[in-house]
Each structure stands twice: as structure tokens, then as C-alpha cells.
């Protein structure tokens, strides 16, 4: 006959009650958002460790030093502005690339055609 030690089946009911072990997973508030005019995206700025992380409908797209002065879709939906520590970049959005087009920049906003961008001097 086989005994069972009292001391064991408490910690198998106990630990093996508890489940899996959730991971440390940290999520953080949103710094800056945008959504576009008909609600098709949203972009939002989050911190990740020592930096921050631009993000186009939870999809990280832009890896940044800092937090955006400026967020700003075209009326196209098409593209997205964003401005940040004086640069001015362009993301496509259908091209998923973004460029840097200006140094200097305060701020910036798509004319209302959406083919230009308007855009001050520091």
C-alpha cells in the first residue's frame, strides 16, 4: 500500500490550483494620438524603455527620441505628419516608409488639398 505524504498533495492542490504565471508585461498610456477624418486609422505614441514608439493602429512605424509636437493626417487619409525634436517626417501610409523632410520645423499641417504642407520655422 502506498502512502501519500500529506505535505504533497497540499502543494500539488496549491501550486497546481495557482495557473500559469502571467508575464510582466507593462502597458503604458497613449502620449499623443490621432485619428484620421473618417476614423479608418489611429496613431498614438507610446514609450518603450528609454525612448518612444510611434504606432499606426497598434503597428509600431516610427521609432522616435522624443514625444511629437505635431500629428497630423492628410485629408486623404493617405499620409501622416508628424513633427518631432524640429524634424518634419512623412509617413505613407500605404507605402508604409516615412521620410524626413525638414530640420528645424515647429509645426506643421496639410493644406486643405492635402497635396502641400504648411509648415513654420523654429
Do not use: H
Amino acid at each position: 500500500m502506498i502512502r501519500s505524504q500529506p505535505w504533497l498533495v497540499i502543494g500539488i492542490i496549491f501550486f497546481g490550483g495557482c495557473g500559469a504565471v502571467q508575464p510582466a508585461v507593462e502597458t503604458r498610456p497613449s502620449l499623443a494620438t490621432a485619428v484620421s477624418d473618417n476614423r479608418q486609422y489611429v496613431a498614438t505614441v507610446t514609450v518603450v524603455g528609454e525612448k518612444y514608439a510611434l504606432l499606426l493602429d497598434g503597428d509600431v512605424i516610427l521609432g522616435l527620441d522624443a514625444i511629437p509636437t505635431e500629428l497630423e493626417f492628410s485629408p486623404t487619409n493617405d499620409a501622416l505628419l508628424v513633427v518631432v525634436s524640429g524634424d518634419l517626417y512623412r509617413y505613407d501610409i500605404p507605402a508604409r516608409q516615412a521620410t524626413r523632410l525638414y530640420e528645424g520645423v515647429l509645426s506643421a499641417e496639410f493644406s486643405p488639398s492635402g497635396q502641400d504642407i504648411d509648415y513654420v520655422d523654429i
